[in-house]
């Protein structure tokens, strides 16, 4: 009996349920019921839209890949498919451009360029088998130089005129009594002090290395103070001397000369030919 006077109910139940603000515990179990299945709900939500956005992902992979192919198919089909020869051109280009990388870059020396064989020659071998250019003898016998330039012009000239060795050095003598081998000019004769000259003499009108005379015949004044001209004039007179080559030096410069001192050619003859053969060394 309950203190309010109301009997106990027969079939109550036998464990009373306890009211709470929250609600019974059956109410409670529910409620924990539903949010686990929410959980799971949203949990297979989220792993959905994960598998979602990876399939759009992947998605658009394939499709740029599958753009680029057909862009790739586009420009061989428009280009047409290479034939079997261009392939093979291909192969052999790349081929080449290996091969080419694979090579070492040209040395300095092998890039140098070479002589052409029109190039003169400059290596030491060439210098030395070059033959020397020919040289002016240094004086001899007692000469300065003036002197043996006039004694080279005086062999010079016989030599293009042909005369031999023995005429060179009756000329060398001749001039060297003469003039002791110096163009020398007249003080008689104005006239030749215009031209080149190494001295003045006053021997009448005589002029020039062999001391000739334009009143004589001999030729004009100026061709006279040319040692060229002189000498043709006085070898040319010397070979016109029957038996020149066997005299004495002295007799054939005399038959020549015809001075008023025969006999002071021949003291010349010893040097005159020592500058022959220094100007012409023998066998030349």
Not at 4 to 23: F, Q
Not at 255 to 284: C, F, M, N
């Amino acid at each position: 009996m309950r203190d309010d006077g109301t009997l106990d109910e027969t079939y109550a139940p036998s464990t009373p349920s306890a009211d709470t603000e929250d609600g019974t515990s059956t109410e409670r179990t529910t409620a924990a019921s539903r949010l686990r299945a929410y959980a799971r709900d949203l949990t297979g939500r989220r792993r959905a839209q994960l598998a979602l956005a990876t399939g759009v992902v992947c998605c658009l992979g394939l499709t740029a890949v599958v753009q680029v192919r057909d862009e790739d198919a586009g420009a061989t089909t428009r280009g047409g498919s290479p034939s079997s020869a261009e392939l093979a051109q291909r192969a052999e280009q790349q081929g080449s451009s290996r091969s080419l990388d694979r090579t070492a870059a040209p040395s300095a020396s092998a890039a140098a360029p070479t002589a052409s064989p029109a190039d003169p020659d400059t290596t030491a071998s060439a210098r030395k088998a070059a033959p020397a250019r020919p040289t002016d003898p240094a004086p001899v016998a007692g000469l300065d130089e003036d002197q043996m330039e006039n004694a080279e012009a005086i062999v010079r000239t016989g030599r293009k005129m042909g005369v031999p060795r023995r005429g060179l050095v009756i000329a060398v003598a001749t001039a060297m009594q003469e003039s002791n081998l110096y163009n020398v000019a007249s003080g008689v004769l104005p006239e030749s002090q215009d031209y080149p000259h190494q001295g003045v003499g006053w021997d009448h009108d005589s002029v020039g290395l062999f001391q000739q005379r334009s009143s004589s015949g001999w030729g004009p004044v100026g061709r006279l103070m040319d040692p060229e001209f002189a000498t043709r004039q006085f070898l040319a007179a010397l070979q016109q001397v029957p038996g020149w080559q066997g005299m004495r030096l002295t007799d054939a410069a005399q038959a020549v000369q015809v001075s008023a001192y025969p006999e002071h050619y021949q003291q010349h003859e010893w040097r005159a030919t020592r500058v022959v053969d220094a100007i012409v060394p023998a066998g030349r």
